[in-house]
């Protein structure tokens, strides 16, 4: 089994578990978002800021990770046409769920971003890409992608993991530092620690990686924000755990 494989599996049983970003809206909130009261996360805790968006009703969105019903079905009830592409079966069933509930298309594709992207270049105006990098273990082909499949003047906004959460051998007693790259693909004894704590495959990425990858891949960096885990010690110590960056493919 490939770790992408491991992942789906894994996130598949935290949904079944109640896992937070497995929760699509409700009936009310996209009614909300109707009327203009919305806002999605890249992130635990911040919303985005609307004018990271500027208008969506016309606008062709890819939802890259983004799967479960929570920022898509938002992003339909402004007018936006949307495709969803994630690799948890779970995931993309809230979707269905959801746009069957509202009465609205959307199109719902299952598949591995660190696999090239199924679509043409130019594709689409926004790419909405919440905390995901985490779980591969390269993150600059995906940059390219993204950039590929944008239409020029396109925006990316992507929620990104700062590696903190990946600092210590065990959190609680904070008596071991882990070594960096953290990779269980690599490091038997990341992958045993994964294993024990039912995490899956999780990756630390550098902000060089991250960042320098989007400006490698071609895209300006406009805005940028920090954000904590909105729980747990690091939360408690007010130590930001994630980025979240908008980056522009220049007309």
Not at 4 to 13: C, F, G, M, P, V
Not at 167 to 183: A, C, G, I, N, T
């Amino acid at each position: 089994m490939e770790y992408q494989d491991k992942n789906a599996e894994t996130i598949d049983r935290w949904i079944e578990e109640g896992w937070e970003w497995g929760i699509p809206i409700s009936h009310e909130e996209y009614e909300k978002a109707q009327e203009g009261d919305w806002g999605v996360l890249l992130t635990p805790t911040k919303p985005v800021p609307k004018e990271w968006f500027g208008s969506l009703k016309g606008k062709r969105i890819l939802g890259l990770a983004s799967g479960g019903g929570q920022q898509m079905p938002i992003f339909a009830a402004l007018g936006a046409f949307c495709t969803v592409f994630d690799y948890s079966l779970r995931q993309l069933e809230s979707e269905r769920l959801v746009a069957e509930r509202e009465g609205y298309s959307i199109e719902i594709i299952r598949g591995d971003m660190t696999k090239p992207l199924p679509f043409e270049d130019g594709s689409f105006d926004l790419i909405f890409h919440p905390v995901s990098n985490c779980y591969v273990q390269e993150v600059k082909p995906i940059f390219k992608e993204c950039f590929r499949v944008l239409a020029p003047g396109g925006v990316l906004l992507s929620g990104l993991d700062n590696g903190i959460n990946f600092l210590f051998v065990d959190e609680d007693k904070r008596d071991e530092l882990s070594v960096f790259p953290f990779d269980p693909v690599q490091n038997p004894q990341q992958r045993e620690q994964m294993e024990e704590d039912d995490d899956g495959f999780q990756f630390s990425h550098t902000m060089e990686e991250q960042i320098g990858g989007q400006l490698e891949a071609g895209f300006q960096l406009t805005h940028l924000y920090e954000d904590t885990n909105g729980s747990g010690t690091f939360h408690e110590h007010h130590i930001p755990c994630y980025l979240a960056t908008r980056a522009v493919k220049e007309k």
